[in-house]
């Protein structure tokens, strides 16, 4: 059974410090994608990354970076430097190929960069 | 391309009521999702389409929801008759290729 763990409910940091998001699957399936979504408070889902089970290489966009380790089932999510926008829920998932683009979230983290 | 667009933003309506919520999908995206996303549940799956079928409804919660997709440009969510614990914030979203974009959502509630 395909499954997200998003263990972090809430977190707070000040404004500049480093965060990592926290994000543990589990599949049965080879061939499986992860992604990474964002919602701010005015609501709206914003897609952020999404990575492929064979790519293990970490990605790094801006601020943002992305650790991938399957022999760890993960695939966390850091931001460097954080800012008071950065302040949303930040959304972890999974979806195995073949099942119709169908995606399992996980229960989201709360991310509050404070000024 | 101006991403998934749905409608209404808002929804405000009393209990009983009918009410139908749009989505107009990506132009040449395959599938369309129907969430709900509530404080207490999180984001639910309710139904989903592959080239205007529906695939799966098991998400959706009572027969009082309905879900239809005539063409590839638009679908409706409906919910008959509406009640207060309905109240939620809706979203559409299209995929191809494995990745979802996801609608501002609807945000119903239900007096």
């Known amino acids: 059974a395909q499954k997200v763990t998003q263990a972090q409910t809430e977190i707070s940091v000040v404004e500049k410090e480093d965060v990592t998001l926290d994000c543990v699957y589990e599949?049965?399936?080879?061939?499986?994608?992860l992604f990474w979504y964002k919602q701010p408070p005015s609501g709206e889902l914003v897609f952020l990354i999404r990575r492929n089970s064979f790519d293990e290489q970490n990605e790094i966009s801006g601020r943002y970076s992305w650790n991938f380790q399957k022999s760890t089932s993960s695939f966390n999510f850091t931001i460097t430097a954080s800012q008071v926008v950065d302040s949303a829920v930040y959304f972890c998932a999974l979806s195995e190929a073949d099942r119709d683009d169908k995606i399992i979230f996980g229960k989201g983290t709360r991310l509050h960069i404070l000024p | 391309d101006a991403g998934v667009i749905q409608s209404p933003r808002h929804e405000v309506t009393e209990m009983g009521q009918e009410v139908t919520l749009r989505c107009k999908p990506i132009s040449g995206h395959d599938y369309l999702f129907w969430y709900r996303q509530t404080m207490m549940r999180g984001l639910e799956l309710l139904i989903y389409f592959n080239n205007n079928v529906p695939i799966d409804d098991s998400g959706m919660p009572e027969d009082r929801f309905s879900a239809k997709m005539p063409n590839a440009s638009f679908s409706t969510l409906k919910i008959q008759p509406s009640e207060p614990r309905d109240s939620a914030v809706y979203f559409c979203a299209s995929s191809s290729q494995e990745t979802q974009y996801f609608g501002p959502g609807t945000r119903l509630l239900v007096l």
């Open positions: 599949t049965r399936d080879t061939t499986y994608y």
